[in-house]
Each structure stands twice: as structure tokens, then as C-alpha cells.
């Protein structure tokens, strides 16, 4: 059985001005965002919460979508948490401070 994984996701164009990396940054988030999956936009990265294998695929459409938006270079930064007992949640992490 496959549970719920969460992936933290930072997703740095190099070799861009500010302003053509933040346009490549939201096309990824565009992504993340088209997928259905829970996620939450953070200042420094990207939480999302789903299924392990559709969630690794969401990590090569956000990589593709920057590639389209101009990006030539991108350095990626992940913190994968995964579990064979359980579904992970990002509720768990954060609730307590909604």
C-alpha cells in the first residue's frame, strides 16, 4: 500500500534577474497548483501532501514548466517525508498553529 508522503520543494533558477526567476518560480507553482494535491506556498519553499508516485511526477512537471518559462539551470531543493506505516500530513506538522 502507497501512503501520503510530504515533499518540500525549493526550486532555485540560477543565472536569472529577479524578476525572470520569480516569473519561472510561479510557473512551477502553477504546476502544484493544477495538480489537485494539498500543498501549502511558503516563503522559502513549497509543502505538498499526496500519493509518493504522483508527487515525484509533480517534481519533473514543476522542473519542465521552468524549463518553458526560460530557465536554463536549476538548482533543487527537496526534504522528503515517507512513511510505510502511514499517510503523512501536513495538517500534523501545522495545525497546532492555524
Not at 493544477?34 to 508527487?55: A, D, M, N, R
Not at 518559462?69 to 503523512?88: I, Q, W
Request: aromatic letters at 8%; one cysteine or more.
Amino acid at each position: 500500500m502507497s501512503y501520503n508522503v510530504n515533499l518540500a520543494i525549493q526550486i532555485l533558477p540560477l543565472h536569472m534577474d529577479k524578476e525572470q526567476a520569480y516569473s519561472t518560480i510561479d510557473a512551477a507553482i502553477a504546476k502544484v497548483q493544477q495538480s489537485g494535491l494539498k500543498y501549502v506556498v511558503c516563503p522559502f519553499e513549497t509543502v505538498i501532501e499526496g500519493p509518493y508516485e504522483t508527487v515525484m511526477q509533480l517534481v519533473n512537471d514543476m522542473q519542465e514548466a521552468c524549463y518553458a518559462a526560460g530557465a536554463k539551470n536549476l538548482l533543487v531543493n527537496m526534504k522528503l517525508h515517507r512513511s510505510n506505516e502511514k499517510d503523512m500530513a501536513i495538517e500534523d506538522k501545522t495545525g497546532k498553529y492555524q
